[in-house]
């Protein structure tokens, strides 16, 4: 892990530049990180999914959590946070050039996940293609942006949770973000946490065996470890830049 940490801080994630490196650097690579948080039983998974959805205000009678994700950074809680709030269509996190980020009047409340950025359906296609409705691939409402931890907040938190709707099978997803807490084994100043439900055209209860499910969640793992890592790595070399009197 050390090793890994320092080549992390020497430069930024690299910028896609097509479909093709966006395959290659969020599905094709392995996260040199593992953020997928792994339980023991069903039970354990479900009973931690709650508890999140929770603290950030969500009915656990309507959404359930498919898989929780983690990664330490090594930068201040508020300086995570405000890189998140900065989330757009030109950040090297995310797989642009497959999943295009369209701020509708340049704010995070109201987002658009465009399929290669179009607005339209191509070849002539009207309200769907070949009878799949996906643009947008989700439209993402802002539920919660909590920006100030609460007073007495020992774990100083914040958070971003999001409903969700469209043509990707999403219902809910959260960003949490809090101190690391030592008794925890957690070594850097911060914890990203990234929380994702799962409604597939309103199939809210389905398994976590169903074979559609399980199909999502093993493309999901991929991107969102890589994205979480490529994340990580923009936060830490750009304060330690930032450290080094740079401005950006």
């Given amino acids: 892990m050390p090793g890994q940490k320092k080549s992390l801080l020497n430069s930024p994630p690299q910028k896609s530049k097509g479909f093709f490196t966006d395959v290659k650097y969020f599905l094709f690579n392995k996260p040199i990180i593992p953020t997928l948080i792994k339980f023991h039983s069903e039970p354990e998974r479900h009973s931690y999914g709650r508890r999140i959805m929770q603290r950030i205000g969500i009915d656990v009678n309507n959404y359930s959590i498919l898989n929780i994700h983690q990664i330490g950074i090594d930068v201040p809680v508020n300086y995570v946070f405000e890189e998140l709030l900065n989330w ?49 691939l989700f439209n993402i409402k802002a539920l919660t942006i909590k920006q100030v931890p609460d007073q007495g907040d020992m774990d100083n938190s914040r958070y971003l949770v999001f409903a969700c709707s469209g043509g990707y099978p999403i219902g809910i997803f959260s960003f949490y973000v809090r101190s690391s807490i030592p008794e925890q084994n957690e070594i850097e100043q911060t914890q990203l946490f990234l929380g994702v439900g799962f409604d597939f055209y309103g199939k809210k209860n389905w398994s976590r065996k169903h074979m559609v499910v399980r199909l999502w969640k093993l493309i999901h793992d991929r991107v969102t470890g890589n994205v979480m890592v490529r994340f990580k790595q923009l936060c830490e ?11 950006f």
């Fill in 237 to 247: 070399w750009k304060f330690n830049e930032l450290k080094k009197g740079r401005t």
């Fill in 88 to 136: 757009n269509g030109e950040s090297t996190c995310w797989p642009n050039h497959i999943a295009k980020v369209y701020r509708i009047d340049d704010r995070l409340e109201n987002i658009q996940i465009l399929p290669f950025g179009w607005h339209h359906y191509p070849f002539g296609f009207k309200k769907s293609f070949l009878g799949f409705g996906f643009i947008p």
